[in-house]
């Protein structure tokens, strides 16, 4: 059973920065592209940004494009989600997922990843 577990939340003034983990169990983790989601209060679960399974292509939300970087490490079996310039508005719970099936293109749609962490709470205060 894969298992996602999510650190690095927090609480942060705007225009701060924080560093999301998402640590996983398992030995395929390089086979699998990964993505971050959100859910902000009062709102349904967004995608926020992918990651392919060589990490040589990513793809973001809109609302989180030259803000936010992606990236991973195989070798630890680690996504991370740099996050930069950090507004109210990217208050939300933060959930990394992993792909349901090994193909290596981008995902960006809930339907498409079968595993989830418990989620990071971040919080932006103005």
């Known amino acids: 059973q894969v298992q996602l577990v999510e650190s690095g939340g927090g609480l942060v003034q705007a225009g701060g920065s924080l560093r999301l983990s998402c640590a996983a169990s398992?030995?395929?983790?390089?086979?699998?592209?990964m993505g971050w989601f959100r859910r902000a209060p009062g709102k349904e679960r967004e995608f926020v940004a992918t990651?392919?399974?060589?990490?040589?292509?990513?793809y973001y939300a809109d609302s989180v494009k030259d803000r936010f970087t992606i990236s991973r490490d195989n070798a630890k079996n680690t996504v991370y989600l740099q996050m930069n310039s950090l507004k109210p508005e990217d208050t939300a719970v933060y959930y990394c997922?992993?792909?349901?099936?090994?193909?290596?293109?981008?995902?960006?749609?809930?339907?498409?990843?079968?595993?989830w962490g418990q989620g990071t709470q971040v919080t932006v205060s103005s």
């Open positions: 997922a992993r792909a349901r099936s090994s193909y290596s293109g981008i995902r960006k749609y809930e339907y498409e990843y079968a595993y």
């Open positions: 398992g030995r395929t983790f390089s086979d699998y592209t």
């Open positions: 990651i392919s399974r060589s990490g040589g292509s990513t």
